[in-house]
């Protein structure tokens, strides 16, 4: 099975970067994925990473190391809104197809 | 960008009934669809994989005949959680993929309450 790791909180101040950082443990890795969550809504999509390096997109970065099982998110700039729970997700062809598989997400309060 | 819907939003409903969770691709067509439950303050867990005509692919330790799923056309999985109990009371969320993109997209949930 898939083992996914993340921390559970993390504080941080406004304007600040913060890194959140996603161990995994797959049999088929076919890609890893971090959503946002706020509370009581449905997870929207961040990033996606499939090949080892750096993907960037606005205030938010991916990283992926698949040798070491390794991904984080990288944060900047930080806003009040950013308040949410992030969660990793991976997608193993050999465990459950196109579905992912999610880690318990790290809880992330931003303050002012 | 894709859309894909869930109804309703939220239900209570007394236990020993049943409740259908409808999800639906709105502009796109969508040849699998997941289903995942969320207890509060936990991820997401994979329910099942549910791929047009076919029969929904059930994730260890969820029981086939207590969640019914029904993916009957290329738009529409439908949910239907038999026999609630209080213990079912949980945030019910669909994704659909398209087959082409790695991306999943996700409904808005449905909080379902059993009392």
């Known amino acids: 099975g898939q083992n996914i790791d993340q921390p559970t909180e993390m504080t941080a101040t406004e304007g600040a970067i913060v890194q959140i950082n996603c161990t995994y443990q797959t049999s088929g890795f076919n890609g890893l994925f971090w959503y946002q969550q706020h509370a009581g809504e449905a997870p929207t999509f961040l990033s996606y990473n499939v090949l080892d390096g750096l993907e960037e997109k606005g205030r938010f970065s991916s990283f992926l190391s698949r040798s070491k099982g390794y991904s984080y998110l990288l944060l900047k700039e930080l806003q009040m809104k950013d308040s949410a729970s992030y969660l990793c997700?991976?997608?193993?062809?050999?465990?459950?197809?196109?579905?992912?598989?999610f880690g318990k997400g790290t809880t992330l309060s931003v303050s002012s | 960008g894709a859309v894909v819907s869930q109804h309703p939003s939220w239900v209570i409903c007394k236990s020993g009934t049943s409740v259908k969770i409808e999800c639906r691709s709105l502009?796109?067509?969508?040849?699998?669809m997941f289903w995942y439950r969320q207890f509060p303050k936990q991820s997401l867990m994979l329910m099942a994989t549910?791929?047009?005509?076919?029969?929904?692919?059930?994730e260890q330790g969820v029981e086939k005949d207590k969640f019914l799923i029904n993916h009957a056309s290329l738009t529409l999985s439908t949910l239907t959680v038999t026999s609630a109990h209080p213990e079912d009371s949980s945030f019910y969320i669909c994704?659909?993929?398209?087959?082409?993109?790695?991306?999943?997209?996700f409904g808005p949930g449905t909080r379902l309450t059993v009392t």
């Open positions: 997700a991976v997608r193993d062809w050999e465990q459950a197809g196109t579905a992912l598989i």
């Open positions: 549910s791929n047009e005509g076919s029969k929904a692919t059930y």
């Open positions: 994704s659909a993929n398209d087959g082409s993109s790695y991306e999943q997209y």
């Open positions: 502009d796109f067509q969508a040849t699998t």
